[in-house]
């Protein structure tokens, strides 16, 4: 099993729809989490940080639920410009390194 | 400030030859990944290093790719016999861990042909 899975997709989605994407980790013992942003050609970029109590930016919310083992990213209203790939980042603690999803692809349609 | 450079952006190489690439993380920052990736595919760590500890070497893919740390700041990368299956881009990056917090820097990437 891989240490963090993603839904690869595409999602495909039109402009103004809420679209969710789900991260799963096969590490109990992590404790950070994190989503990053990568458009195409691109290096990626960090979107935001997962905290234990939720936390939002904006259109933007990220969930942890350390019993299932997930994360979670909502972008509601979409925009054209959230086309991207998101990435899940997970780190089990102190100076260990952290690990990257393969990414959810994300389109947007006018 | 400045972010993290990599150098050369492009480079075009025959099969069989050695490459080395260069990656200058932000100055401060005590950890260094570098990844590789292939059009299409998602991030494929190779090593990391942290401070003055070992670095984890256990994504290398095999033993013609080898890297090194001078002075805790500048990173190369070396692939030695380089193959076609080593086409790809080669991202750095960098980050200074503070408890549960991480960010980390990517530099632009170098992309690597192998004729």
């Known amino acids: 099993r891989k240490e963090v899975e993603q839904d690869p997709g595409p999602f495909n989605v039109p402009e103004g729809a809420t679209v969710a994407f789900n991260c799963t980790y096969s590490?109990?013992?992590?404790?950070?989490f994190f989503w990053y942003r990568q458009d195409c050609r691109k290096e990626p970029k960090l979107l935001m940080s997962?905290?234990?109590s939720g936390n939002e930016d904006g259109r933007f919310t990220a969930q942890l639920n350390r019993a299932s083992q997930y994360i979670s990213l909502l972008i509601r209203d979409s925009k054209l410009s959230d086309s991207a790939t998101y990435l899940c980042?997970?780190?089990?603690?102190?100076?260990?390194?952290?690990?990257f999803g393969t990414g959810t692809k994300l389109q947007v349609i006018p | 400030g400045a972010g993290v450079s990599q150098s050369p952006s492009n480079k075009v190489t025959e099969k069989g030859k050695d490459v080395e690439l260069r990656c200058d993380p932000i100055?401060?920052?005590?950890?260094l990944y570098w990844y590789r990736q292939s059009l299409g595919q998602g991030l494929e760590f190779l090593i990391y290093?942290?401070?003055?500890?070992?670095?984890?070497k256990s994504g290398l893919p095999s033993d013609r790719f080898s890297a090194e740390r001078t002075g805790g700041s500048v990173s190369t990368l070396t692939i030695q016999r380089t193959q076609q299956e080593d086409s790809a881009v080669y991202l750095c990056?960098?980050?200074?861990?503070?408890?549960?917090?991480?960010?980390?820097?990517f530099g632009p990437g170098t992309r690597l042909l192998v004729l």
């Open positions: 290093f942290q401070g003055n500890s070992a670095p984890d």
């Open positions: 990056a960098s980050s200074w861990t503070s408890g549960s917090q991480e960010t980390q820097y």
């Open positions: 590490n109990s013992a992590s404790q950070s």
């Open positions: 100055s401060g920052h005590t950890a």
């Open positions: 980042v997970v780190r089990k603690g102190g100076y260990q390194k952290v690990t």
């Open positions: 997962v905290y234990s």
